[in-house]
Antibody, heavy 123, light 107 residues
Framework: QVQLVESGGDVVQSGRSLRLSCAAS????????MHWVRQAPGKGLEWVAGISSDGNNEHYADSVKGRFSIFRDNSKNTLYLQMSSLRAEDTTVYYC????????????????WGQGTLVTVSS | DIQMTQSPSSVSASVGDRVTITCRASQGISGWLAWYQQKPGKAPKLLIYGISSLQSGVPSRFSGSGSGTDFTLTISSLQPEDSATYYCQQVNIFPLTFGGGTKVEIK
């Protein structure tokens, strides 16, 4: 069965960096677009970034552009989110999600999600 | 950015009631609309995609409709396990955006 397991969440000081990982299993990871989505405590969902199946195409939310980087290692079935210059407003649960699929560089709906990992940015 | 506006923000209904949630996009999204269900402490679950296609395993009491900029999620006969927050999402144009959510409670 499809499994997505995030890790790397931590308490980090404002301005520092952190890398999140998402280990995928149960499907052919290298053929799926992947995403990161975040959710502040008690708040709604915010899409953060998406990456094509081959890793050559990325898109970002304006709120993280220039600070976050999404990348993947298809040989390790792992998705990453490198976060830098962290701010208090980046304190959220981060989910990785699989794109339902509509082509290698086509972005659509999110059919599987991980359980999330909490990032807390302290000042 | 495309703004997705959901209404109501919360609804309380009885078991067996019909519940309707609406989602309005700030511009046309060419049918690239999904609905998700999220229960407390859990990840969201895809319910409907492409306006009206039911994701595998989702009960048939859930349905979606709409066109252009106005969309609807309907629960035909509310069940206790449907207590959750529901989000619409557009995937037509980056950045991908979600509605603010509608909390459905059981009376």
């Amino acid at each position: 069965q499809v499994q997505l397991v995030e890790s790397g969440g931590d308490v980090v000081q404002s301005g520092r960096s952190l890398r999140l990982s998402c280990a995928a299993s149960g499907f052919t990871f290298s053929t799926y677009v992947m995403h990161w989505v975040r959710q502040a405590p008690g708040k709604g969902l915010e899409w953060v970034a998406g990456i094509s199946s081959d890793g050559n195409n990325e898109h970002y939310a304006d709120s993280v552009k220039g600070r976050f980087s999404i990348f993947r290692d298809n040989s390790k079935n792992t998705l990453y989110l490198q976060m830098s210059s962290l701010r208090a407003e980046d304190t959220t649960v981060y989910y990785c999600a699989r794109d339902r699929g509509c082509g290698s560089n086509c972005y659509s709906y999110f059919d599987y999600w991980g359980q999330g990992t909490l990032v807390t940015v302290s000042s | 950015d495309i703004q997705m506006t959901q209404s109501p923000s919360s609804v309380s209904a009885s078991v067996g009631d019909r519940v309707t949630i609406t989602c309005r996009a700030s511009q046309g999204i060419s049918g690239w609309l999904a609905w998700y269900q999220q229960k407390p402490g859990k990840a969201p679950k895809l319910l409907i995609y492409g306006i009206s296609s039911l994701q595998s395993g989702v009960p048939s009491r859930f349905s979606g409709s709409g066109s252009g900029t106005d969309f609807t999620l309907t629960i035909s006969s509310l069940q206790p396990e449907d207590s959750a927050t529901y989000y619409c999402q557009q995937v037509n144009i980056f950045p991908l955006t979600f509605g603010g959510g509608t909390k459905v409670e059981i009376k």
